[in-house]
């Protein structure tokens, strides 16, 4: 159910409008929470803002990491397999020091899940490279590893969220949100030109494929 890899699916979502919105779950860092580790938001994403912005989406924000370990933090990332291998039992969640998080990241995402649930939402959109939020890449290990690895894969909310069937897009998938501006407004023109994510030269380099 990730968007970016599936776009007939967002044919399939329904179509919003002013009294009846699409209820979009977000990352609260897109939504310009102070929420990030640091006690930032991330940077900014004007592109995000602007979706969740128009009169026919309401945003619903959510930090899942906040939640369960408040900010500031230190930084999680996942070690041995994505979101999926920790929901599995193999795959761990551990902070730049190294100490066991998961319990904490499990926390945050079923919270996360719970806050969707209660406002039945549409769809997510997430921030990536994030160990809770990512949707497409995410690090392998620390990210402040002498040389930063990284693999495809999901942070734990997201999968947790995709388990249970909400369909998800990051920040960065540039086609997905054409085709999603596409239902929100039917008489959008689609830039031909923008690429999801996994389409990049960036992601193409660093994990192959065409
Ligand atoms: S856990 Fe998600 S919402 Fe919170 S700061 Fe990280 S990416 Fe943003």
Do not use: K
């Not at 894969?153 to 999603?180: K, N, W, Y």
């Amino acid at each position: 159910m990730r968007l970016a890899h599936h776009h007939e699916l967002v044919a399939r979502l329904r179509r919003p409008g002013p009294d009846d919105p699409w209820r979009v779950l977000c990352s609260g860092c897109l939504f310009g929470w102070p929420c990030g580790v640091d006690g930032t938001s991330n940077g900014e994403y004007p592109g995000a803002m602007r979706f969740l912005a128009h009169p026919a989406v309401r945003a619903v924000p959510f930090c899942p990491e906040d939640h369960a370990l408040g900010t500031p933090r230190n930084t999680p990332d996942l070690h041995g397999g994505d979101g999926f291998a920790v929901l599995r039992g193999t795959a761990r969640a551990r902070d730049q020091h190294g100490t066991d998080i998961t319990e904490a990241m499990l926390a945050g995402a079923r919270a996360m899940l719970a806050h969707a649930r209660a406002h039945a939402v549409d769809w997510a959109l997430l921030m990536d490279m994030s160990g809770a939020c990512g949707s497409q890449v995410i690090s392998e290990g620390c990210r402040f590893d002498a040389e930063r690895r990284y693999q495809r894969g999901v942070g734990v909310a997201t999968a947790m969220l995709l388990e249970a069937g909400i369909p998800v897009v990051s920040q960065r998938d540039f086609h997905c949100h054409e085709l999603l501006w596409q239902r929100l407004e039917p008489d959008h023109r689609v830039d031909a030109s923008a690429v999801d994510h996994h389409e990049t030269a960036w992601y193409r380099a660093a994990f192959g494929g065409s």
